[in-house]
């Protein structure tokens, strides 16, 4: 690996040659190459300052730094005290404040985004036109009716999906885990309902609210494993899209900082990234998780879109880093959305409803219920609930349209729904504190801003 220092005596042509075997977009100016490449444009001109400074003299010299050494020391522990005021910024400690902060700050991205999206006119101007023709054929009788309503509620299961997979990804690794509570919940009742009925064409309505077991089986839709992964495939890869956009904040975030330059006030963003840049200088210092996230970074910034569809194909709890490396390195948008939609959407759901259905598989399921009746003391007490709602299942299955099933406790829904709750309560508590934290970043960064262009 070659020194940053060294790529400044490239020719553009060299530069780009190297850029080609990273993987990395290779057009644009010499100093667009360089910054691709890692070299940090600001510590150069700092550099060059340095040495024009060295000639002023030495007592003057001394004297500034001296000066700056106490005030950099002062910036400094302004910055901690801040940092420590701003973690303390949480509903439990704080309620009355961070709410104040939170509402504000809610406003304020609203406006702020409010003003982004009128910059679009012509493209508003479309999809309030599209809004309002829709609305008009809702409201107007016809033979399109029929039509038009299977594709609204088609377009709403879709958008439904693809909200809850952003909402999984988004948030640097604090999102709510919808495949554990929805997707993958989702995927396991269509398995035991398709190798219970023997077949896979549940009546609609109500599916896919509610599934029933056909009157008659069809043969297209017997249950095998790829029946039931084609039964789930809408919802799959439009949840496995919506992870893939939730991905994109941290790229963005990378990459405004490089482009614009490093600012201490995202340190907390960019923390990881930043940590795990400054262990490379001390190996013998790194753990076994930051030699896996070298190994990542390393991946994405060598390989480029392979690298990145590597990542993204599997589940990685690490992929925030490789989107921040990414952005970091200037990778372009289209490399890395296309290879995270691929890998998320195609390959990684593929993979992971496999794992569902093959789970949840009739037969493997009725041997780890029964299974669990060798557990000494607790077996026969833990086997029960779990006996219990798989007659419940096959109950409500095997009713007819129309048909009320009686309503009968269960232990094992009545926790399942309290998990949900207490997850969806603990995501958007942390919300209102991430937004809380983002005013107080805000209100003290307007200061330091204004300092920076007196001096």
């Not at 990414?326 to 939609?341: E, I, K, R």
């Not at 609930?385 to 798989?390: I, T």
Request: hydrophobic fraction near 40%.
């Amino acid at each position: 690996m070659l020194d940053q220092s060294e790529y400044l005596s490239f020719t553009k042509d060299q530069l780009k040659t190297e850029l080609k075997r990273r993987g990395l977009k290779a057009s644009g100016n010499k100093t667009e190459l360089l910054q691709r490449l890692g070299f940090n444009m600001n510590m150069s001109r700092v550099a060059n300052s340095t040495v024009k400074r060295k000639s002023d003299g030495m007592t003057s010299s001394g004297h500034r730094n001296g000066n700056s050494l106490t005030s950099q020391a002062q910036v400094n522990t302004s910055r901690v005290a801040e940092k420590a005021e701003r973690e303390a910024l949480v509903l439990w400690r704080q309620p009355i404040k961070t709410l104040n902060y939170f509402v504000r700050e809610l406003f304020l991205d609203l406006y702020i985004y409010g003003i982004k999206l009128f910059q679009y006119r012509l493209a508003l101007g479309i999809v309030l036109l599209v809004t309002i023709v829709c609305s008009v054929l809702v409201n107007i009788g016809g033979p399109h009716q029929q039509y038009w309503d299977s594709v609204c509620k088609q377009t709403m299961w879709c958008l439904y999906w693809l909200g809850l997979g952003v909402l999984s990804s988004v948030g640097l690794g604090t999102g709510l885990h919808t495949f554990l509570l929805y997707l993958g919940p989702h995927i396991a009742t269509v398995t035991l309902a398709a190798y219970e009925c023997g077949s896979l064409n549940f009546p609609e309505p109500p599916y896919p609210d509610e599934i029933i077991c056909p009157d008659t089986v069809d043969p297209t839709w017997e249950a095998s494993i790829w029946n039931i992964m084609s039964k789930v495939r809408i919802e799959a890869m439009m949840w496995g899209a919506g992870t893939a956009l939730g991905e994109l904040p941290p790229y963005f975030m990378a990459r405004a900082s490089r482009l614009s330059g490093y600012d201490p006030d995202d340190e907390d963003d960019l923390k990881e990234f930043e940590e795990l840049q400054r262990k490379k200088n001390n190996p013998e210092s790194m753990t076994h998780l930051d030699r896996v996230k070298l190994f990542v970074e390393r991946l994405v910034e060598k390989v480029g879109f392979f690298g990145i569809l590597a990542c993204a194909s599997i589940p990685n709890p690490l992929f925030d880093l490789a989107g921040i490396t990414c952005g970091h390195f200037l990778v372009p948008f289209w490399t890395f959305f296309g290879a995270t939609l691929i890998g998320k959407a195609v390959v990684k759901m593929l993979i992971q409803k496999m794992f569902v259905i093959i789970a949840f598989n009739e037969m493997l399921v009725e041997k780890a219920v029964a299974t669990l009746a060798y557990i000494p003391a607790i077996g026969p007490k833990l086997q029960e609930p779990f006996k219990h709602f798989l007659r419940k299942q096959k109950m409500k299955l095997r009713r007819k349209p129309g048909e009320e099933v009686p309503l009968e406790g269960n232990i094992l829904s009545s926790i399942f729904e309290k998990f949900v709750v207490a997850m969806i309560l603990y995501f958007v508590i942390s919300i209102i504190n991430s937004l809380a934290q983002s005013y107080h970043k805000r209100l003290h960064k307007q200061p330091r801003s204004l300092k920076k262009s007196s001096d």
